[in-house]
């Protein structure tokens, strides 16, 4: 079984940028739909962007044109590029593998924080 590890959260101002990483062990990433979700407090986990194995992706309304999702197989690392970050975004991101567009798969990280705030 794959283990998933999220790193690259923090505080940023908005307007800011942030690179998350998931890093996978155990299994190739390469195989896998993979994607990133977030849950804010009070909220439900909601689907921010999406890489199908075959290479499409696709995002959430609220990170297109911002969020960019992008694999490095070599590395077997998922990336979320988060940029013109808003105080909106303030969420924990979690990293999911072996899903699908409409319902999330059973590899699971533990979460990174982002906040936004000035």
């Known amino acids: 079984q794959a283990q998933l590890m999220e790193s690259g959260g923090g505080l940023v101002q908005p307007g800011g940028s942030l690179r998350l990483s998931c890093t996978a062990s155990g299994r190739t990433l390469s195989i896998y739909n993979m994607a990133w979700y977030r849950q804010a407090p009070g909220k439900q986990r909601e689907l921010v962007a999406y890489s199908a194995r075959a290479g499409t992706t696709t995002y959430a309304d609220s990170a297109k044109g911002r969020f960019t999702i992008s694999r490095d197989n070599a590395k077997n690392t998922v990336y979320l590029q988060m940029d013109s970050l808003k105080p909106e975004d303030t969420a924990v991101y979690f990293c999911?593998?072996?899903?699908?567009?409409?319902?999330?798969?059973?590899?699971w990280g533990q979460g990174t924080q982002v906040t936004v705030s000035s």
């Open positions: 999911n593998g072996g899903g699908t567009l409409n319902d999330s798969g059973p590899l």
